[in-house]
Antibody
Framework: EVQLVESGGGLVQPGGSLRLSCSAS????????MHWVRQAPGRGLEYVSS????????YYADSVKDKFTISRDNSKHTLYLQMSSLRAEDTALYYC??????????????WGQGTLVTVSS | DIQMTQSPSSLSASVGDRVTITCRAS??????LNWYQQKPGQAPKLLIY???SLQSGVPSRFSGSGSGTDFTLTMSNLQPGDFATYYC?????????FGGGTKVEIK
């Protein structure tokens, strides 16, 4: 059974930093691209970032480019999202999502339950 | 970025109804269109991928169609568990983008 468990969310002040983690199990983690998608309270889904299976290729939404860094440790089956220069508009539930191929994902087949990031003073 | 527009943004329906949701892309996305269902307090769940392929375990009363810029999700014989918010997503180009969602409520 595929499981994605996010952690690392919490309350952070504007301008602060936070690192999210996603522990994966139930599939061969190193074979698949992984993604982060966020959802602000009461709002829709917003793509954040992607990383290829070997970590060699990354993509970011314009809204987080130069602020967030996605990475992965295939030996630990863990995906990360380093977030810096956080602003109120980054407040959201952050979902870790499994991709469907090694480089890009035509669809997202498994989602974690999310970790909440709140940016507020 | 490709903009995805869903309509309606919300609708009311009864158990047993047939419901259609529309998703329009700002440019052609071939058939790179997915549908997700999200219930309150839960993560999104993949329903349909590549326009019309049913994800494993999804009931056959869900169906999808379309190509290019116009797509539909149809739910026949609506069941109590189908009342949720539905999102379309294009993966034709980077960044992948989602529609604003359609909330299906009980009439």
């Amino acid at each position: 059974e595929v499981q994605l468990v996010e952690s690392g969310g919490g309350l952070v002040q504007p301008g602060g930093s936070l690192r999210l983690s996603c522990s994966a199990s139930g599939f061969t983690f190193s074979n698949y691209a992984m993604h982060w998608v966020r959802q602000a309270p009461g709002r829709g889904l917003e793509y954040v970032s992607s990383i290829s299976s070997n970590g060699g290729t990354t993509y970011y939404a314009d809204s987080v480019k130069d602020k967030f860094t996605i990475s992965r440790d295939n030996s630990k089956h863990t995906l990360y999202l380093q977030m810096s220069s956080l602003r109120a508009e980054d407040t959201a539930l952050y979902y870790c999502v499994k991709g469907t191929y090694d480089f890009w994902s035509p669809y997202y087949d498994y989602w974690g339950q999310g970790t909440l990031v709140t940016v507020s003073s | 970025d490709i903009q995805m527009t869903q309509s309606p943004s919300s609708l009311s329906a009864s158990v047993g109804d047939r419901v259609t949701i529309t998703c329009r892309a700002s440019q052609s996305i071939s058939t790179y269109l997915n549908w997700y269902q999200q219930k309150p307090g839960q993560a999104p769940k993949l329903l349909i991928y590549r326009t019309s392929s049913l994800q494993s375990g999804v009931p056959s009363r869900f169906s999808g169609s379309g190509s290019g810029t116009d797509f539909t999700l149809t739910m026949s014989n609506l069941q109590p568990g189908d009342f949720a918010t539905y999102y379309c997503q294009q993966t034709y180009s980077i960044p992948p983008t989602f529609g604003g969602g359609t909330k299906v409520e009980i009439k």
